[in-house]
């Protein structure tokens, strides 16, 4: 059983589509995050939900709303995608959001790679 | 501000020897976690160590240890031994206590380990 799934693993549209990846954790963390790996691999957190509530939103274009319908389940949809979006998006999660104890581990999925034409 | 910062974007070593990745970082907070990822080629990222800022004795996890110094925010991660499928993505990352305890991640450092 998978801890962390993302679907799909490969999106490839359109400039000007919307599209949605879907995050999905079967670990009973009560954090999820979305993390965005650009071309030249550098790692920058988008959004973190704790119990179904947003905590950070890193200055993200409104353009993507995530949504969390449970603790286990977190959602990114991307509105009007630009070239610049073309990335490859991890969803994580970790057990709870406050502390920096080692118990808070991140849990990442299998990445998402979005290309944007 | 928080900020990780990993300053060797390549490394080369030979198999079975041992190699240091450094990573410096910059908090104000006293309570810190210090995170080393792995990302090999097929993309995963998968965690290595940890290292809280009040442990006073350096992690270890088979290969892997980290040598921290705290006083010159230092983290570097050490693999012994190395083998050829260490070759991959090294990411130094830290989680603060304030901020939305969010983790930030450095640049990376790709480790090659030659035969």
């Known amino acids: 059983d998978t801890a962390v799934s993302q679907t799909p693993k490969y999106l490839v549209t359109q400039m000007g589509n919307d599209k949605s990846i879907k995050c999905e954790q079967n670990?009973?963390?009560?954090?999820m995050y979305w993390y965005k790996q650009d071309s030249k691999k550098f790692l920058k957190i988008m959004f973190s939900?704790?119990?179904?509530?947003?905590?950070i939103n890193e200055t993200v274009p409104n353009r993507f709303s995530p949504k969390s319908p449970d603790k286990a389940h977190l959602n990114l949809h991307i509105n009007s995608l630009e070239l610049g979006d073309s990335a490859v998006y991890f969803c994580?999660?970790?057990?709870?959001?406050?502390?920096?104890?080692?118990?808070?581990?991140?849990?990442f999925g299998a990445g998402s790679r979005l290309t944007v034409l | 501000a928080q900020k990780i910062t990993q300053t060797q974007p390549g490394m080369f070593v030979q198999e079975k020897e041992a190699v240091t990745l450094d990573c410096t970082y910059d908090?104000?907070?006293?309570?810190?976690?210090l995170f080393w990822y792995k990302q090999p080629s097929s993309g995963e990222m998968i965690f290595l160590i940890y290292?809280?800022?009040?442990?006073?004795q350096n992690a270890t996890e088979g290969r892997y240890s980290l040598n921290f110094q705290k006083a010159r925010k230092s983290a570097n991660l050490v693999i012994s031994a190395s083998q050829l499928g260490d070759s991959a993505m090294y990411f130094c990352?830290?989680?603060?206590?304030?901020?939305?305890?969010?983790?930030?991640f450095g640049a990376g450092t790709r480790l090659f380990v030659k035969a």
């Open positions: 994580a999660s970790s057990p709870s959001l406050a502390g920096a104890s080692g118990a808070n581990v991140l849990t």
């Open positions: 908090t104000s907070d006293q309570s810190y976690g």
């Open positions: 290292q809280g800022s009040y442990d006073e």
């Open positions: 939900y704790n119990n179904k509530e947003l905590i």
């Open positions: 990352a830290m989680r603060g206590s304030t901020g939305g305890f969010k983790t930030i």
């Open positions: 670990l009973g963390h009560d954090t």
